[in-house]
């Protein structure tokens, strides 16, 4: 599993070998009842790790890059404790568990929790409740997570089967980037010139770049298959600042299940995914040994006039030629290699095509519990603006200004008091204001002509939403210095995308158009370059929960708001008390 666990298990008596098996098999786990807890030890170290030619020391967990996966079933309990012996602060979110009361396990830095600070650790504490599928954890501070992430798998509950024939084997394949040099170093030389960061030199398949770049052929992720046979692959998208096209070359990919929620089975030959989101296919396999191997490829979706890595990750679709051929080859290097084509860098409307293809299952048994009716509208504009340079000092932003992101024109100013923490102790004041916009104090043509003042205001505020609140929120694009994709993650929550479109938002004319039966349910959606995308959601979990860009420099500069829901009038719906070992600040 690649995680070490909290203490070794005794091996003394039949229950403690049946509580053996439950921590480091918890795929093979039987346990009566709603679920076992399962214990991980994270140990935050450094390593070395040579890509590209290039040996530098980055942030791992147990030593190891890519990083362990976590295993879990629905229903289950984890305890992860996390160890922090580099001299980095340290946070880690797992991405798109709903944390169902339980917010201090949530992760992102200075919201939910006080960093992890060096020499000490947390013991992240909560239960999977109605979720299975493919999630992720990573680091939620800074640019850490370059390096800090992981496959998060949620299998079903036991007797119970996917909506989809069983595979025969379950494959992680996570994207992700390599920078030659140290990516907080980048960050932080952005942050204080004011211009765009450098771009990453490579993409990553499961930590390894492949063969078209310089000096990593033997550096290339190899999935082996047999004929056949069908494969679940795990998609996810753990680069920082990139949506990726991925294809597999003369191979047709069904997509089952977007951030672990099953979705109605669609073929394609290529498929786009953004950073923070996850995409089960099934691969079927060629019936019979096809005597030749295949790349498969992924390079960005580019929308944005900034520089970005314009290369291309391959990996190696290799078959396990049979035992019986007499012809066998001595080395795949002998056979012929199809190499997929990926669309253009700017196919926005494959893009589109993609993403409207994504329905739920809406069946009996996973409904698509949309809200119908709805309690509160919210309208957030989200782009990108400028801030005046400080001081003196000449910045490398538009005209001499600092790059910035805002949303509804407010770009979040990060608080040195955890958010979370400060409601619950009803210690607010000075920490944040209960007073974001619901709406964007200027109406302007967001989608046409730019506007002549590009500043953005700052601030730290969030909206407040009593408990079960039903909400619909458009997002907007906002071609201030640019129109640009921005895929948007929501902490706490799914929510379902039930209508977007290109332009501006027409009130009156689009919520018409709301798919309100089976929409697609998500944790992190693509607002459309130059366009809008509508969601809802229930607001039933109480707590403090982060909305933020999943495109790290945006981020960043800014772009990024939270919400605080209420807790509810019965027991069940109250947020419960921090742990004792909550970091402190």
Known sequence: MGASF?????????????????????????VAGEGVTRHYKFNVVLKNVTRLCRTKSVVTVNGKWPAPQVIAREGDRLLIEVVNHVA????????????????????????????????????????????RGTLWWHAHISWLRSTLYGPLIILPKHNTSYPFAKPHKEVPIVFGEWFNSDPEAIIKQALQTGGGPNVS?????????????????KDTYKLKVKPGKTYLLRLINAALNDELFFSIANHTLTVVEADAVYVKPFE???????????????????????????????????????????????GILEYKPPLSDPHRPSSIKRLPLFKPTLPPLNDTSFATNFTNKLRSLATVQFPANVPQKVDQRFFFTVGLGTIPCQGNQTCQGPNGTMFNAAVNNVSFTMPTTALLQAHYTGQSNGVYSPDFPTYPKSIFNFTG?????????????????????????????TSILGAESHPLHLHGFNFFVVGQGFGNFDPTKDPAKFNLVDPVERNTVGVPSGGWVAIRFLADNPGVWFMHCHLEVHTSWGLKMAWLVLDGKLPNQKLLPPPADLPKC
């Open 201 to 217: 030199d490579a993409y990553t398949i499961n930590g390894l770049p492949g063969p078209l770049y310089n000096c990593s052929a």
């Open 88 to 131: 980095n602060n340290i946070s880690i979110h797992w991405h798109g568990i709903r944390q169902l009361r339980s917010g201090w396990a949530d992760g992102p830095a200075f919201v939910t929790q006080c960093p992890i600070q060096t020499d000490q650790s947390y013991v992240y504490n909560y239960t999977i409740v109605g979720q």
């Open 6 to 30: 909290l203490r070794s298990c005794p091996l003394a008596g039949f229950f403690l070998v049946a509580f053996f098996v439950s921590c480091f098999c918890p795929e093979l786990a039987v």
């Open 449 to 477: 002509t730019t506007p002549n003042n590009t500043n953005v205001g700052n601030g730290t505020k969030l909206v407040i939403l009593p408990f079960n609140t039903k909400v619909e929120l458009i997002m907007q694009d």
């Open 268 to 314: 394609t030959e290529t498929l786009l995914i953004a950073p923070g989101q996850t995409t089960n296919v099934l691969l079927k396999t060629k019936p019979h040994y096809p005597r030749a191997t295949f790349l498969m490829t992924a390079r960005p979706y580019v929308t944005g006039l900034g520089t970005f890595d314009n290369s291309t990750v391959a």
